[in-house]
């Protein structure tokens, strides 16, 4: 999953960075308000951690802008201010949750796992499940009939991306941004080997590709 964070305060920033790329998060991180409109409308994100109060423009209005564009991107406020007017502003502004600093680590990605969930179409169950297959986002476990299955990182960020968006294809291009932040050099075949050890591990039916166009996981009949 990429988010991106958008906090100009350097240390809570730093602190958030590495706490969310430990949750398995791949975060970009801008520090004003402009720079996270321009990523928002380049780049290819799954979530967006939002603070209000940015040098320039604020994050209310980064807010408006993203939804008067019609994109329907999971939001998370995170901020300092604390009024019941700020919460139901940021709510009702299209923010999908609110939380108030100072937060906890714990907190802050068990609601991102949340909303990510509701916007799955609904997913009310925590654990994604595929057949006999089942992926635990919190805990970054799979298991097959009931039995662990090692995946490194990388390849359980691509099955989970396959699996949130099941029955639609993804590009190459996509996978690739779940996968990797901007800093990091993409290898131009690194896809094609994760699919590849992602169907010796799970069995070589489960992803499905789509020559010149991207893979995709079928849903069930
Ligand atoms: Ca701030």
Redesign the pocket.
Known sequence: MRLLLV???ELIGDGLQVGLTQAGYRVDWVTDGSHADQALQNEGFDLLVL????PGEDGMAVLAKLRRRGDALPVLIL??RDTVSDRVQGLDGGADDYLVKPFNLDELTARLRAIQRRRDGGRADPLIRHGDLELDPAAKRVTLAGAPVELTARELAILEALLVRIGKVQSRERLEEALYGWDEGVESNAIEVYIHHLRKKLGKDLIRTLRGVGYMIPQED
Not at 51 to 54: C, E, K, S
């Open positions: 906090e100009d305060d603070d209000l109060g940015l901020t300092a």
